[in-house]
């Protein structure tokens, strides 16, 4: 058995699957300038698995590095797809026993799914230092071992547990905060998404830990798991009782090797040599790195559009490139758009309407 601090080995037995070399180390912050933006601060990623449990995680992720704050941009609400899925998100955390229960939602950003719950009566309070509000329910910091004895009966934590290293000691602290009673909601992207579509645009040096629904499982006894969002997502749900105290050594995964998204790079480093006029749809941390791996010369990208009023009139870290709003492609017509997320194609072809634009999607 490896000891709790051990779910990743430190990195001491493991295999690389992807490096990236001085990409920015926030995708979802945007700049006011060029300048600013191509001074955005920048580290490696070296995407390695461990040869003990089969977990995925930056081997050279420095924690140190990470200063969330109310500039980090990565609200996606603005789109009626994903309020639909923060609904079903909702509707499921009902279905597994959330109505009338005192809720701390972990990572709750800039708020969006906490008003919803607030919305419905839900008896709520949330932790994040990026939040921009003045509700007093949401404290602005980290969560932490400080704050003990948060007494919920449901802990939710949303695109959270992917940023924080060490991941099974730090729900162990959120189960000690909470006596080891309740009930956790946890949901991350999935890695078996990742590679299923040689999706290298969706690693990022903010997310140092790569789950699967085997890895989440992992860390409990008897825990439910499913996937949301168009297979992009998956989630956990758990009794913190039934938390592991370490995982074991004998786990059966599947091994990931290097070679994983080598040939997805050169086939759209080719798509930006023959299509001209071409922008992308989407300033999030995909476009972010299929831009600052692929065109971080601005040698083939016009600019990005994004829907986001907070991202518009800015600037992609480390690259430069423009975003606006689609209003710009009358301005600055294109006669090619790239989307950088499927689940949002037909809401991206309503706005398009009649401009004949090409429109092919990641």
Not at 102 to 115: A, H, L, Q
Not at 169 to 180: E, K, Q
Not at 291 to 317: C, E, F, S
Request: charged share 20%; proline share 3%.
């Amino acid at each position: 058995m490896t000891f709790i601090d051990d779910f990743s080995d430190d990195g001491k037995n493991s295999i690389l699957v992807f490096r990236q070399s001085k990409v920015p180390v926030f995708q979802n912050k945007v700049y006011s300038s060029n300048i600013e933006a191509l001074q955005a601060p920048v580290a490696d990623v070296e995407l390695v698995q461990s040869d003990v449990s089969g977990f995925i995680f930056n081997k050279v992720f420095n924690p140190k590095l990470m200063q969330y704050d109310v500039n980090y941009q990565n609200e996606q609400a603005n789109s009626v797809y994903f309020r639909k899925h923060l609904r079903s998100v909702l509707d499921l955390l009902y279905s597994l026993g959330l109505k009338g229960k005192k809720v701390i939602e972990v990572g709750c950003g800039k708020g969006v799914f906490f008003d919803l719950m607030l919305n419905e009566g839900i008896d709520c309070w949330g932790f994040d230092p990026t939040y921009e509000g003045n509700n007093p329910r949401i404290n602005k910091d980290y969560f932490s071992e400080k704050f003990n004895d948060i007494n919920a009966d449901v802990i939710i934590m949303r695109h959270t547990l992917e940023h924080i290293p060490k991941p099974f000691s730090f729900i162990h602290t959120i189960a000690m905060a909470n006596n080891y009673k309740g009930y956790l909601y946890v949901e991350v992207p999935t890695f078996d998404w990742i590679v299923e579509k040689r999706a290298f645009w969706d690693i990022f040096y903010e997310h140092c830990n790569y789950f699967t629904e085997q890895s989440l499982g992992l860390m409990f006894n008897n825990a439910v798991t499913g996937n949301l969002f168009g297979g992009q997502y998956i989630y956990l749900w758990a009794d913190l009782s039934k938390l592991k105290s370490s995982v074991s050594s004998d786990v059966r995964f599947t091994r990931r090797d290097s070679l994983i998204f080598q040939d997805r790079l050169k086939y759209y480093q080719d798509f930006l040599k023959k299509h001209d006029g071409l922008a992308i749809w989407g300033a999030g941390a995909k476009s972010s790195t299929f831009l600052n791996l692929l065109d971080k010369g601005k040698n083939y990208i016009k600019y990005v559009v994004d829907i986001n009023p907070a991202k518009q009139d800015k600037y992609v870290a480390g690259t430069g490139h423009p975003i606006f709003s689609p209003a710009i492609l009358d301005s600055i017509p294109v006669q090619n758009i790239l989307v950088m997320n499927e689940n949002y194609l037909d809401e991206i072809e309503q706005t398009i309407g009649a401009r004949k634009i090409n429109i092919f999607n990641l």
